[in-house]
C-alpha cells in the first residue's frame, strides 16, 4: 500500500524559469562582466563547460564549483535572491497536492542543490504540504540517476520500496532509476504528449492513476 508520494521539483513542481535564469542568464553575465566579453560569448563558452561537465556529475549541480573555477567574486546566494522574482509553482500543484493530503505524506526527490529547493519553497509558501526535502547532491552526494538514492530515502523515511510512488518530469531520473530497484513511478510528461500506462500529461490526473496501483 502506497503511504508517501514524492515529487521532483524544478519542472514537477515549478517551473523551470527561476533556475534557468541563474544558470543561463546570471552565471553568464557575471562571467561577461569579469572578464570583459560579450555576454553571448560567455553564454557559449559557460555553456560549452555545462555540457563537459554533464549532468551525471555532482559539479554540475553546485554553483559552488562553478563560482570558483572562474573566480567569481560574488554570491551565488545573492544571485538567487536577485532572480526569486522568477519562481513559479505550476497550476496543477496545490489543488492536486490538497486533493491527496488526507491520505498520503509528501516528499520532495530532487538532483538541485538544497538552497535551491528552500528558496522556491520559502517564497511559494510551501513547505507545510511536505514531510521531508531530499536534495541528492546535498543530502547523499550522488546524483539522482542512481537507483540508491531512493533506497536510502526509504530507509529514512522508515518505509518499505512498495510504500513509495515517485512522480517527476525526467524520464531517465525519475521513472527508469526508482524503477530499476522496484518503486513505483510515474513520468510526468508536461511538453512532448507521451502515452503510457504510467505517464501523466499534468498532475490532476495524478490521483486517479494512483489508485489504479
Known amino acids: 500500500m502506497i503511504k508517501v508520494i514524492s515529487f521532483d521539483f524544478d519542472g514537477t513542481i515549478t517551473k523551470t524559469t527561476f533556475a534557468d535564469l541563474f544558470w543561463l542568464e546570471g552565471l553568464p553575465k557575471l562571467y561577461s562582466e569579469k572578464y570583459n566579453v560579450d555576454l553571448e560569448e560567455a553564454k ?3 555553456f560549452r563547460e555545462y555540457d563537459k561537465i554533464g549532468k551525471e556529475r555532482l559539479e554540475w549541480y553546485d554553483p559552488d564549483y562553478w563560482f570558483n573555477r572562474f573566480n567569481i567574486n560574488y554570491s551565488w546566494k545573492k544571485l538567487m535572491e536577485d532572480y526569486s522574482y522568477a519562481i513559479e509553482i505550476y497550476p496543477d500543484v496545490i489543488p492536486t497536492l490538497e486533493n491527496l493530503k488526507n491520505n498520503y505524506d509528501f516528499i520532495i526527490i530532487s538532483n538541485a542543490r538544497r538552497e535551491f529547493i528552500e528558496i522556491q519553497m520559502e517564497k511559494l509558501d510551501i513547505k507545510r504540504y511536505f514531510k521531508r526535502v531530499f536534495s541528492t547532491v546535498s543530502d547523499f552526494n550522488m546524483v539522482k540517476k542512481e537507483g540508491e538514492v531512493y533506497r536510502k530515502v526509504c530507509e529514512q523515511m522508515g518505509i ?8 517527476g518530469d525526467d524520464y531517465k531520473f525519475d521513472f527508469l532509476a526508482p524503477r530499476s530497484i522496484g518503486i513505483k513511478a510515474i513520468y510526468l510528461d508536461r511538453k512532448s504528449g507521451r502515452n503510457g500506462n504510467f505517464v501523466i500529461s499534468s498532475l490532476e490526473y495524478l490521483p486517479d492513476l494512483i489508485n489504479r496501483f
Open 44 to 46: 557559449n563558452f559557460l
Open 160 to 167: 518499505d520500496k512498495g510504500e513509495l510512488i515517485h512522480v
